[in-house]
């Protein structure tokens, strides 16, 4: 089973950075409209005119919504559906990241961290799979990250969040197994730069990412880690003790505290293509 992707309606959010961007440009050859949402809509605009003038007939909707404020996500359904826009594919990638110890870090940055990374995709995938099992054809493409098989000291929230995440989309995809909807989650690692012969071996491009990520989704798989190195590590951690798992974690605990992690407590808002940065939380190297 495919997702609706080839002349579809397909709403992205984090659209204007980062994987969420590749994957933007990598559907607008084949989807007959892009919802593409950030916070800020002038960061869009660039993307929506590089778009058009590949293809002129495609429809590029630019849509404001801070998706850590639940009513703005509200806001953002309401607005599509005054205006009769079906999604068929719902890409969720807008999240936040935390640096800092947990006890360190104020109660306010938490908050905002657990509503914009387990409410809020919650939401959306709520208020949009409920019509896709109605018609029976649609897709969720959850990015997320591989911290949610790791121990993360200076980012327990978020190692936390994609946990949630993770265990989300795979419910949810047993769920609706049979039903027409396609729930694939992304999990990726290390992004570096564009030229891929001179990164780390686990180190892959955003461009990259989104192919790996698209191409699994479109095989219907569960999971994918994009990147042959990174894929190998994530297959090998589910068989490591977790007393290993735990030394690890001491391992980057020790950088957080010794300052190779964060320099300063809180939670840091990371934008909303968040993944490519939420991929160099501290992780052990």
């Known amino acids: 089973m495919r997702p609706p992707i080839d002349h579809g309606t397909v709403l992205i959010t984090g659209a204007s950075e980062g994987i ?14 892009l919802v ?11 993307l929506r005119e590089e778009l058009l003038s590949l293809y002129p007939t495609l429809g590029v909707i630019l849509e404001r919504c801070d998706v850590g404020e639940p009513r ?27 640096q800092g110890l947990f006890a360190q870090v104020s109660w306010n940055g938490l908050e905002a961290l657990l509503r914009a990374n387990v409410w809020v995709p919650s939401l959306l995938t709520h208020r949009l ?27 327990a929230m978020f190692a936390a969040t994609q946990r949630f995440l993770d265990g989300l989309t795979e419910s949810l995809r047993l769920e609706v197994e049979g039903r027409g909807v396609v729930v694939t989650r992304v999990a990726p690692g ?18 990259r990412c ?17 990147g042959l190195g990174h894929r190998w590590v994530m297959r090998l951690l589910p068989l490591l003790p977790r007393a290993l798992k735990r030394s690890l974690g001491r391992l980057v605990l020790r950088g957080v505290k010794g300052g190779g992690g964060p320099s300063g407590p809180g939670v840091l808002p990371v934008g909303l293509a968040s993944p490519v940065l939420l991929a ?3 992780t052990p190297a």
């Open 20 to 33: 969420a961007q590749e994957l933007a440009r990598l559907l607008s050859r084949r989807v007959r409209t």
């Open 129 to 155: 799979v409920v019509p896709m099992l109605e018609r029976g054809r649609g897709g969720v493409l959850n990015i997320g990250s591989g911290a949610a098989q790791l121990f993360l000291p200076g980012a």
């Open 36 to 46: 593409l949402v950030d916070r800020d809509v002038e960061r869009l605009k660039p």
């Open 72 to 98: 703005e996500v509200d806001t953002l359904l309401a607005s599509l559906e005054s205006h009769f826009v079906r999604v068929d594919v719902l890409v969720n990638t807008a999240a936040w990241g935390g």
């Open 280 to 282: 160099r939380e501290p």
């Open 190 to 207: 290390p992004l570096g730069d564009e030229d891929e012969a001179l990164a780390p071996f686990f180190q892959i491009s955003a461009r």
């Open 210 to 226: 989104a192919r790996d990520a698209l191409a699994a989704f479109e095989r219907g798989e569960p999971l994918v880690y994009p």
